[in-house]
């Protein structure tokens, strides 16, 4: 039994319509800056191990994986049928609404890591998603959550608008550490864009990561 640790009200979403319905035109468009997703990829380049099982749940067509790191197998999953075949890093995808149905069709313990990015945001029943996942992982596989300042608004659930980005980290750690996971890392930081603009001092898409694991 999970343990909810949200009011219904910090669930509710402006936008109350189906979230199948938002997403049922594909966006082939990038959702972070690039100094963002190269953070992302450096921090999967140190975190993931080659060959192994991973998911990379509320995914597009793209996945920020390492080009140079090939695994045992990467499956998709997301809102929208369209962007998920076009995810070149993928070996199967499904389709499902994770604030109607919780429960993953995937084994007992077949997976090494799931990654989410840009997604937790949407979360409305984050607790229940986060013990399917700790279903899913073998022991010692690790989460990450990562995000940054940017979200659909309407979309998001109340206790995400509530929150600045530091009580972002802590709402997810929260979640995570009421359910039993071991917290490795939060990270917060700035980004820096690659050429002239970084140069000048200008900054990218703030980073933020939550990397816990399965005990
Ligand atoms: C901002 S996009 C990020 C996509 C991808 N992770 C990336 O890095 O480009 C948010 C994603 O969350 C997924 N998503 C949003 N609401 C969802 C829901 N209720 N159930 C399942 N997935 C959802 C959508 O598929 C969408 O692609």
Redesign the pocket.
Known sequence: MTQSLLTEAQRQKLDASS?ELF?AQPRFVQ??DGAFRSRLTQLYRERLKPGSAVLDL???W?S?LPEELSFGEVIGH???GQ?LAANPRLSRHFV????VNQQLPLEDRCLDAVLI???WQ?LQQPEAVAAELKRVLRGGGQLIVAFSNRMFAQ?APQVWLDGSDRDHLDYVAKVLAHGGWLIEAVIAEDTKPEGPLGWLGGKGDPFFAVVAQRP
């Open positions: 979230d997403y959702h972070l509320m995914g597009s793209v920020h997301g809102l929208n962007e499902q609404n994770l604030n990015v840009a997604g949407y979309k």
